[in-house]
């Protein structure tokens, strides 16, 4: 009876278990997560045009020497800022000086001979005066009275001839005088000396190199747009332009010149533009940054 009752107990046990593992449990609902919110576009980057060009200055240039000759002085060293004529270098000039003052030593003679020739000429019209007066009154012979004249005529050919070698001395002495300016090395413009080729001693000749100058303004930019740009930007258009190292300050420039052509290699045209007002820390060589708007 016991084991039949135990038996009953274990066979219930069992059951409630088996019914337990066939229930499934319900599981909680979880809330949706929303979707992000997508980001406005930015059309401002879409409708501007990036560019890039060296920045030039229209006066700069590498000063030659005109003669040859020994560099006996330098008076201008590199990032010395300059007028134009200035001097910069000064080359032997002691066999041209000499030349130059023998030159002038010879054109003050001739003016003095001409001086000397144009007295007797007074004197050889007064003689000519009365002679013409003594043939008039038939005190001399005709013999007499041509001679007068011909002295006339002579020391009037003297002067004439006096007068030419006049002239050609003073050509002389303008050629020595332009030969002894090539001595002295003069600044082309208002700039600043970048770079000294020389030293004091050295012998140059004709055509060496002596000094680059540069002028720092008015500053201009060089650049190329896409051809499409052809016939829509134009003089005076605005634009800015910065410096890589400075992309945060702009400068306002203006264009100044536009390529009526497009160069069929690239398809662009190049296009210059001017630096307004001050430039900062822009200088000649470095490369800027043009921003514009498309077209």
């Known amino acids: 009876m016991k084991r039949a009752i135990i038996s009953?107990?274990?066979?219930?046990?069992?059951?409630?278990?088996?019914?337990?593992?066939?229930?499934?449990p319900v599981a909680a609902a979880t809330p949706a997560t929303a979707a992000p919110a997508a980001r406005p576009a930015q059309p401002a980057a879409e409708n501007v045009y990036l560019a890039s060009g060296p920045l030039v200055v229209e006066n700069q240039v590498d000063i030659a020497a005109r003669r040859e000759g020994e560099v006996v002085k330098i008076l201008a060293e590199p990032s010395t800022?300059?007028?134009?004529?200035?001097?910069?270098?000064l080359l032997d000039d002691r066999q041209i000086a000499a030349e130059r003052e023998a030159a002038a030593a010879k054109g003050r003679s001739l003016e003095y001979n001409i001086r000397n020739w144009e007295a007797e000429a007074k004197v050889f019209q007064a003689d000519l005066d009365r002679?013409?007066?003594?043939?008039?009154?038939q005190l001399i012979t005709r013999?007499?009275?041509d001679h007068a004249r011909y002295?006339?005529?002579q020391d009037e050919w003297e002067i004439k001839r006096e007068n030419e070698l006049l002239k050609q001395n003073k050509a002389s002495e303008?050629?020595?005088?332009?030969?002894?300016?090539?001595?002295?090395?003069?600044?082309?413009?208002?700039?600043?000396?970048a770079r000294r080729y020389i030293r004091a001693g050295q012998r140059v000749a004709a055509g060496d190199r002596l000094f680059w100058v540069t002028a720092e303004s008015p500053l201009r930019v060089k650049f190329t747009l896409p051809e499409?740009?052809?016939?829509?930007?134009?003089?005076?258009?605005?634009?800015?332009?910065?410096?890589?190292?400075?992309?945060d300050a702009p400068h306002p420039a203006k264009v100044i010149e536009v390529s009526p052509v497009?160069?069929?290699?690239?398809?662009?045209?190049?296009?210059v533009a001017e630096l307004i007002g001050a430039t900062g820390d822009l200088r000649p060589g470095m490369t800027a940054n043009i921003r514009l708007d498309k077209r």
């Open 81 to 89: 800022w300059v007028k134009k004529g200035q001097l910069l270098a």
């Open 8 to 24: 009953s107990v274990v066979l219930v046990a069992l059951g409630a278990l088996s019914g337990c593992s066939e229930s499934k």
């Open 143 to 145: 013999e007499q009275l």
């Open 228 to 247: 499409s740009f052809l016939g829509k930007i134009k003089k005076g258009e605005p634009m800015l332009v910065s410096s890589p190292d400075l992309p």
């Open 262 to 271: 497009v160069d069929p290699s690239s398809g662009t045209i190049e296009v």
């Open 174 to 193: 303008q050629s020595l005088d332009l030969e002894l300016e090539k001595t002295r090395i003069r600044a082309p413009f208002d700039g600043i000396v």
């Open 151 to 153: 002295k006339l005529d």
């Open 131 to 137: 002679a013409q007066k003594m043939w008039d009154a």
